[in-house]
DNA sequence: CGGCAAACTGTAAACGTTTACAGAGTGATC
DNA sequence: GATCACTCTGTAAACGTTTACAGTTTGCCG
């Protein structure tokens, strides 16, 4: 029996109207019940500023309205771009968001997938920064639905949607080839990731089809930023000086590749061209305004979304993988058009 | 009674260790038990990959150990900052973050307040975009404790940390004008908040003490953007073509207009100065990179967290308001100088 | 060996809500 | 008036965990 001393509960309630726990609970949930017992209850809830216990609830209800996304950072763009449609989608059917950044931390990865035992989450949306065997095995058995934004084997169980790097780069790659570009390097980010494989794989299929060979010493790695990607540029051109364009993993390595040929007087794109990638606000930042491919962040995460709450509503369909197909926006950093509209972009896509 | 269908329960473990279920919980917990029973229990825990139930635990321990962070727009980096920094702090304290979009909705940030009366938030960090009286309502009724990342009056008994626009205002103009600035334009962002007037009020205090008079032509206000920032420089710049300097309400605004000048060939900054605000990553993809005033985010977020986690472990100290000191981050586009760490700046704070 | 104190253990209740099920009430039909 | 079907209501139990309290066990001391 309740204390009078929290906040009013059921019983607290129920003496007030008169009336049993159980009827206070069907009148609150719309269930049926006499007229003059709706307005008794509904009069003493209100009186008492009657809140629910959500906690009580979930754990009767077996639920907790409330869906994980766990990501490596959430200052990285692409992940913000997912966090706001995620919600978008979820919001609006009673969803909370749990928020878990796992600093990029595999084990944390794990952890987080496991974590689901615990019953505080129903369900949950993994962006992992590469899927081992041990992610497979954890994902096999997770207590809740996942959905993994990123690459899955074929044979694993899960529901997952998955960005297009390769096509990505490729549409990049014959752009700056179609505008006449024959030296274009390329400022990769963490190779160690399926992503980062892909886009290579996308940079160097793209010069074989156009009957050139790839030139390793055109290539160079490094971690993403601003400042990375000026290093890895001024590194690139003081070895390479011939180099006509650049492709680079995102917008904060393909900004500092521009500041770079900044410092040096080179102009873009007359003497260096640069693409980025994930088409983030930075790409509009500079002067000129970048061309990167959009690799749809935002639709992923918004698919991930509806994916999950259709399992969490019974769904009991066949393992989904989607892949969001990416667009080429076109800027003056290859265009070197000048306008007063400067930073819209014109879209390239595979449809 | 559980069914077998389910996961395991602490009464599963205890018949399989044929000891009672108050054993198995303090076993699991640490808490006095036999050296037989202990491994009688762990072994069985083991065994049947036991993980206790999250809710049932909020519900007899009446704490979730979540934290809710409320704020108008997860995109906009100033609280993407938050967000890391309130995790930094929250997450090896063993507390979860839900993350709530307010969409600038004031109704949305009131619901909010009033929802942590079904405990399933031990407390709010909340963000609001202004306060009302119906804000300082809730909050004096608030079911858990609040604190405030914003200017409360004097009277709200409700914890807080905010930043000091005026200062920062104050910093950015002087400096334009020890650079010899005279015709100083100002794009303010939605002035109809606390901060949007306090930046006017630094604007306007740092004319009169150089003993200028504020011009309201050179005062225009806009929602943020890059291209609201370029219509906003362009207005100015077509109705004065003499203003020499530009100072903009967040770095998205200061970037457009950067833009615009780069349209009219005017050079950055020999033709047009211009200072941003929040000392984005936005202010570094820019050539010449930004001077602009660093509030402070990731620092408010950091003690926001730091004191809701004091209020709940019991602390009854006097409400707390902290003020944040805002720096002065100068970059080329108020100073010139070309160099390859284009990005880094110098700070200028009041200490 | 007996007494005492400390540690351990199991039973019952609590946390707050929802709902199955049995019983009571009501209205319609024969 | 009796019967049947439907609606409403209250009681008890469930959801899974923690812990107060009474009883039991163990070890030490005189």
Chains 1, 2 share one sequence.
Do not use: W
Request: proline content about 5%.
């Amino acid at each position: 029996m309740t204390t009078s001393g929290g906040p009013p509960t059921v019983e607290t309630i129920a003496a007030r109207a008169g009336v049993s726990i159980a009827s206070v609970s069907r009148v609150l949930n719309g269930h049926g019940a006499r007229p003059n017992t709706v307005r008794r209850v509904e009069q003493a809830a209100a009186e008492l500023g009657y809140v629910p216990n959500g906690v009580a609830r979930s754990l009767k209800g077996g639920r907790t309205r409330q869906l994980t996304f766990a990501m490596p950072d959430v200052g990285n763009p692409a992940y913000v771009s997912m966090v706001r449609q995620i919600q978008t989608v979820t919001k609006p059917l009673g969803y909370r968001l749990l928020l878990h950044s796992t600093d990029a931390v595999a084990e944390d990865e794990l952890a987080v997938v496991r974590s689901l035992a615990d019953r505080t989450s129903d369900g949950l949306i993994l962006c992992p920064i590469r899927v081992t065997d041990a992610h497979l095995e954890v994902l096999a058995r997770a207590a809740r639905p996942v959905v993994v934004i990123g690459s899955l084997p074929d044979a694993a169980a899960v529901d997952s949607v998955r960005a297009d790097s390769v096509t990505g780069t490729l549409l990049a790659v014959r752009h700056l080839m179609e505008r006449g570009r024959r030296r274009i390097a390329f400022i990769n980010g963490p190779s160690d990731t399926v992503p980062g494989r892909n886009r290579r794989i996308g940079y160097e299929t793209a010069l074989c089809e156009a009957g050139l060979v790839p030139d390793p010493a055109l290539t160079v790695t490094t971690d993403f930023g601003i400042e990375a990607g000026a290093l890895a540029a001024h590194r690139l051109l003081d070895a390479h000086p011939g180099i006509d364009a650049v492709f680079c993993a995102n917008d904060q390595l393909a900004l500092g590749a521009a500041h770079a040929a900044h410092d040096r007087d080179l102009r873009i794109p007359d003497d260096l061209a640069v693409v980025g990638m994930d088409d983030s606000e930075l790409a509009r930042a500079g002067h000129p305004a970048l061309t990167s491919v959009d690799l749809g962040s935002a639709e992923r995460g918004g698919i991930a979304a509806r994916m999950l709450v259709a399992r969490l509503d019974g769904g009991r369909h066949e393992v989904r993988c989607e892949t969001v197909a990416p667009r080429l926006v076109v800027r003056e950093s290859t265009t070197g058009a000048r306008s007063r509209s400067a930073g819209a972009g014109v879209a390239v896509g595979v449809s």
